[in-house]
């Protein structure tokens, strides 16, 4: 397992957070899709397998760039919201969600043209999901891996409105879950693994090509959106607070309140970091 030492994906990781998730996660930067489609040379055709889909937020973004998609995911949650976003955009009929975690991959699924892994790779046994993929993508294909990026600094000066106050929010989480990082029913001391590229260099893929889509943008965010937020990630599920959880949320509000008593913070975008991998022909497994 490509994983932290000592931890074991298990089916409670992302447990009630795709109620929270569209709203609570901050969007890609805008342009993400124009990107991707001048990369990859998409033209409405081809097939995508975005793997570890979540609610579908990237691959229905990227609907109108494919004949077919298909979101695949282990969450129940997410699998459900991800087919109710489907039908209120009209695109059930090119749509296919698979409740399976990346590693019970093929599942049968087929050939596919481009491979997309938004912010979840990490969360997988990377070298077998990472051969696994090759294997699905046609000769030419393109695997890419989105995140946000990292290391810029996004200071709300100069916007009308006070910033989310994330490190409180994590001091708040950490009084209530214990110093160390919780995903699902196990910790994450050392946090998510990285190193990406060697694992896809590794199993045959060329590459990356590397596309920053700038973000920066400004936005408004209420409290409740901040509370979604919170309640969309791994390290701090609903689930994780068990009986203590309305307690955290009225502190959680309460901050938020003393921050900004008219409920509105200001934030802005991450840029959007992309590497394309592709799946060279003249370079076979």
Not at 100 to 123: C, I, K, M, N, Y
Not at 154 to 163: C, E, N
Not at 249 to 273: N, W
Request: proline fraction near 7%; glycine fraction near 10%; charged fraction near 25%.
């Amino acid at each position: 397992m490509d994983m932290a030492a000592g931890w074991e994906w298990d089916d409670t990781l992302f447990l009630g957070t795709a109620t929270y998730y569209r709203r609570g996660r901050l969007p890609y930067a805008p342009g993400l899709t124009d990107v991707l489609a001048e990369v990859l040379n998409l033209n409405g055709r081809g097939r995508l397998i975005d793997v570890g889909c979540g609610p579908g937020i990237l691959a229905l973004s990227l609907a109108h760039l494919f004949s077919e998609i298909v979101g695949v995911d282990p969450d129940r949650g997410m699998i459900a919201a991800a087919t109710r976003e489907a039908a209120e955009r009209g695109v059930t009929g090119k749509a296919r969600w698979v409740r399976a975690r990346a590693e019970d991959l093929p599942a049968g699924l087929g050939t596919f043209t481009v491979a997309t892994f938004a912010q979840s790779f990490h969360w997988m046994d990377r070298d077998l999901v990472a051969a696994t993929t090759r294997d699905m993508l046609q000769p030419g294909g393109a695997l890419v891996h989105i995140s946000d990026v990292k290391t810029e600094s996004r200071t709300a000066d100069g916007l009308p409105h006070p910033a989310v106050p994330y490190a409180a929010i994590e001091e708040l989480v950490r009084h209530y879950l214990g110093p160390v990082r919780r995903a699902g029913r196990g910790l994450l001391p050392q946090g998510t693994p990285g190193g990406e590229a060697v694992v896809l260099a590794r199993a045959g893929f060329t590459g990356p090509e590397r596309h920053v889509v700038p973000g920066g943008q400004p936005l408004e965010r209420t409290a409740d959106d901040a509370v979604a937020g919170v309640f969309s990630m791994s390290l701090s599920a609903p689930h994780l607070f068990g009986p203590r959880r309305a307690a955290f949320e009225a502190d959680l509000r309460r901050l938020l309140r003393e921050v900004s008593p008219a409920d509105r913070f200001s934030e802005r975008r991450p840029s959007t970091e992309l590497f394309v991998w592709r799946n060279d022909p003249a370079e076979p497994a």
